[in-house]
């Protein structure tokens, strides 16, 4: 059985659709636990409701994100992959060191266009006419590590950036419990 951590900042759909794919354990896949900057945010509450352990760290209570990120790989339990599945934070050496081209990100554009926490709302402003979701790697940079998987959204003619955005999280939770399978099932 192969397990997963899962970080995140927000409200928490893709942490559903992970929950939704992998919940069960039939399979073959383990969430371990659900890895939260905000003690707050609902992800908080989902995981809590799903039954999945919760680390919540809040950087401010450390001295360095380095202390941060320590503090968070002392209390992960043993697992094969990090899915960031918007965790809104840069990580840095501390946890990509630790877990070397075994942490991947879901971004809301088609790579490497758009990087960054405004990817919708900057491909929409842009004018594309096609946009989408990318799964990634993650490394030192911002959305810049090897693209894993991505699915293009085409942008409509009367798309506004919430018609848009809900099309491209339709595909988020798709796309990501999908390319995590296989990842794993891989290795």
Do not use: W
Request: glycine residues 8%.
């Amino acid at each position: 059985m192969k397990s997963i951590a899962i970080f995140a900042s927000g409200t928490g759909s893709n942490f559903a659709a992970l929950q939704a794919k992998f919940g069960d354990d039939q399979s073959g896949i383990h969430i371990a636990c659900m890895v939260c900057d905000h003690a707050d945010a609902p992800v908080v509450g989902k995981a809590k409701a799903a039954g999945v352990p919760v680390i919540t760290i809040n950087y401010r209570d450390y001295p360095s994100k380095a202390a941060a990120e320590a503090a968070i790989v002392a209390a992960l339990p043993p697992v094969d992959m990090l899915v960031l599945a918007g965790f809104m934070r840069i990580l840095g050496p501390t946890l990509l060191d630790a877990y070397p081209q075994r942490i991947v990100n879901l971004h809301p554009a088609l790579l490497p266009s758009f990087p960054g926490r405004t990817g919708i709302e900057d491909a929409f402003a842009y004018g594309v006419r096609v946009t989408g979701v990318t799964v990634h790697y993650v490394d030192a940079g911002i959305d810049s590590g090897q693209i894993i998987a991505q699915e293009p959204v085409r942008v409509l003619v009367n798309d506004t950036i919430d018609t848009l955005a809900a099309r491209i999280h339709a595909v988020e939770h798709k796309l990501l419990p999908e390319t995590v399978q296989q990842l794993l099932e891989q290795d």
